[in-house]
Nanobody
Framework: QVRLVESGGGLVQDGGSLRLSCAAS????????MGWFRQAPGKEREFVAA????????LYTDSVKGRFTISGDNAQNTVYLQMNSLKPEDTAVYYC?????????????????WGQGTQVTVSS
């Protein structure tokens, strides 16, 4: 069992930055690939970024490439999502998730554990 707790969301202006954190407890953090997903009102949950359990694969959805950075700290059992140059269309609830998969880490169905989500709102 893995418990995930996100933090760091909030309200920011267009062009601003936020850093989301996801603290994991339970089974060895380094055994999981970690992903960030988001869901805006009336829309489906979408993939944002993921890092494989070895750190060897880092993936981003096209709309955040060059603006968002995912990273992990095994010693702290924490994964981060640094979000720069935020846009109003980035507004959503952001979820952290853990997967035992290594390859198919852009698909939400392959994630075993989810956090409760943290709201990110970007004002124009």
């Amino acid at each position: 069992q893995v418990r995930l707790v996100e933090s760091g969301g909030g309200l920011v202006q267009d062009g601003g930055s936020l850093r989301l954190s996801c603290a994991a407890s339970g089974r060895t953090f380094s055994s999981y690939s970690m992903g960030w997903f988001r869901q805006a009102p009336g829309k489906e949950r979408e993939f944002v970024a993921a890092i494989s359990w070895s750190g060897g694969r880092i993936l981003y959805t096209d709309s955040v490439k060059g603006r968002f950075t995912i990273s992990g700290d095994n010693a702290q059992n924490t994964v981060y999502l640094q979000m720069n140059s935020l846009k109003p269309e980035d507004t959503a609830v952001y979820y952290c998730a853990a997967s035992t998969d290594y390859y198919s880490i852009t698909y939400y169905g392959n994630y075993n554990y989810w956090g409760q989500g943290t709201q990110v709102t970007v004002s124009s």
